[in-house]
């Protein structure tokens, strides 16, 4: 037998064997090991990506949900300004229409008062004409009592009427 590279035979025969186990095991382990890691490691892989692209997904979902949210703030401040210048403007009304019924109940007290003291002057006035009948009525029975003359009847009426003022018998 002729030597290889000057290898003995049954070093090359070792050798052979060797790779062939080794490369037996190689495919067994590749089989049975290195496929079902590397499927798993390939699956984890995955897993990964599809959690990263979910991660994006979401947070792109919160930035809509966000600006939505932020909208629909703004959109609650605009109400609440309306509502509050509605409740403003309904309340300035109500102010004006309170203070007109006011005004238009102390114009009708202020006329029964007025209305009041006009008949309370009337009453007096037809009580000091009363008076005065009576007053005059007594007068004319001193007169007649008395006899008196022309000259002390004259003197007796504008005694009385000095007494109960001038402008009480002009009205």
Known sequence: ??????LDPQLLADAALNLIAVLALYFLLSYLFFNPIRNLL???????ADEIASAKQDREDA?????EYDDKLKQADKETDEILS?????????EARIEDQAKEEAARII??????AELEKKRALDDM????ISVAALM?????TANMNTEVQESLVDETLKEMGESTWQS
């Open 140 to 144: 004319a029975g001193k007169v007649v």
């Open 42 to 48: 390939d699956a984890r892989k995955k897993m990964i």
């Open 86 to 94: 509605q409740a403003r403007q309904k309340a300035l009304k109500n």
């Open 63 to 67: 930035a809509v949900l966000k600006s």
């Open 111 to 116: 006329k029964r008062a007025e209305e009041q």
């Open 129 to 132: 004409k009363q008076e005065m």
């Open 1 to 6: 037998m002729e030597r290889l590279f000057d």
